[in-house]
C-alpha cells in the first residue's frame, strides 16, 4: 500500500525513506487516483462543488451539522433521502399545526429529506427554525450551511498554520532546539526567582521593617506580640517566684 504523499514527504525529509522511494509511492497514488476517478460514474465527479460542501447533500441528515462535510459517502449512503415524511404521527400532527398558524412576511415552509422534517426559513434573515415562527417556542438560528461557510475556511487556515509550524521544527537542527530550550529554561528560572523576591518583599513590607532583624524563634515575628530581648520576661518570673514562696 503506497504512503501517503505528505507523509512520504515528511519521511524523505527526514532520511527514513529514501526520495526514490518517496517518487515512487507519489506514482503509485497518482495512478490508483486515476484509476479510482475512471471508475466513477460522470455524474458523481460532477456531483462534488464548493456549493455541495458547504450546502450538503438534500439526503444527507448530518449536514444540519455546521461541522459536517458531505463527501461522497453521503450520496452513496443517504442517497434522495426520504421524499416524504415516513413517521405518520408527525405528518399528522403537522398538518393541524399549520392549520392553526398563518406565516409571516419573508417566511416560507421547507422540507429536508435527509431529517424527512419540515423546517421554516426566513429569506430576509436567512435565518431557519423547526417550529413556525410564531410559535413561542420558536427561536430561529443561522443555516448549518451559513455556519459552515465561517467555520471551514477558518479551521483549514489554522491547519495550514499548524502544518507549517510542524514543517519548521522539523527542518530545524537539532541543536538550534536545545538552545531554545536551554534559554526557556533560564527565563522560567528567572521568572520564579523574580517572583519569589517579589512575594518576600510583599510580606516584609506587611510585617514591616523590622521583621528582617527579628529571629524566627521570637513571637513577635510572627503574631501581634511586642518584640523583646532575650531577658524580657524574666523580672515578673522572678516577682512570681519570691511571691510564691513568701
Not at 409571516?104 to 421547507?110: F, G, I, S, Y
Amino acid at each position: 500500500m503506497p504512503l501517503p504523499p505528505a507523509l512520504a514527504a515528511r519521511l524523505a525529509k527526514r532520511g527514513i525513506i529514501a526520495k526514490d522511494r518517496r517518487k515512487e509511492n507519489d506514482e503509485e497514488e497518482v495512478i490508483a487516483e486515476s484509476y479510482d476517478n475512471e471508475d466513477e460514474p460522470e455524474v458523481t465527479k460532477k456531483s462534488i462543488t464548493d456549493k455541495t460542501k458547504f450546502m450538503g447533500y438534500p439526503g444527507c441528515p448530518n449536514k444540519v451539522n455546521p461541522y459536517h462535510m458531505c463527501s461522497l459517502f453521503c450520496l452513496s449512503r443517504w442517497g434522495k433521502g426520504k421524499l416524504k415524511p415516513d413517521d405518520r404521527d408527525y405528518k399528522a400532527k403537522y398538518e393541524a399545526m399549520m392549520k392553526k398558524i398563518h406565516l409571516p412576511e419573508h417566511w416560507k415552509e421547507k422540507y429536508d429529506p435527509g431529517c424527512g422534517r419540515h423546517y421554516f426559513w426566513c429569506t430576509r434573515t436567512d435565518k431557519v427554525s423547526w417550529l413556525p415562527p410564531t410559535h413561542s417556542k420558536c427561536r430561529p438560528v443561522e443555516a448549518a450551511s451559513v455556519l459552515r461557510q465561517i467555520l471551514f475556511p477558518s479551521i483549514f487556515g489554522e491547519r495550514e498554520v499548524e502544518e507549517e509550524e510542524s514543517d519548521k521544527s522539523e527542518n530545524g537542527d537539532k541543536d538550534d532546539m536545545d538552545l531554545e530550550s536551554d534559554s526557556e529554561d533560564e527565563e522560567l528560572e528567572a521568572r520564579r526567582r523574580r517572583d519569589k523576591d517579589r512575594r518576600k518583599k510583599d510580606y516584609d513590607r506587611y510585617r514591616g521593617s523590622s521583621y528582617k532583624d527579628n529571629d524566627p524563634m521570637d513571637p513577635s515575628t510572627y503574631s501581634d506580640t511586642p518584640k523583646g530581648s532575650w531577658s524580657s520576661g524574666l523580672d515578673e518570673v522572678r516577682e512570681y517566684t519570691k511571691r510564691s514562696k513568701s
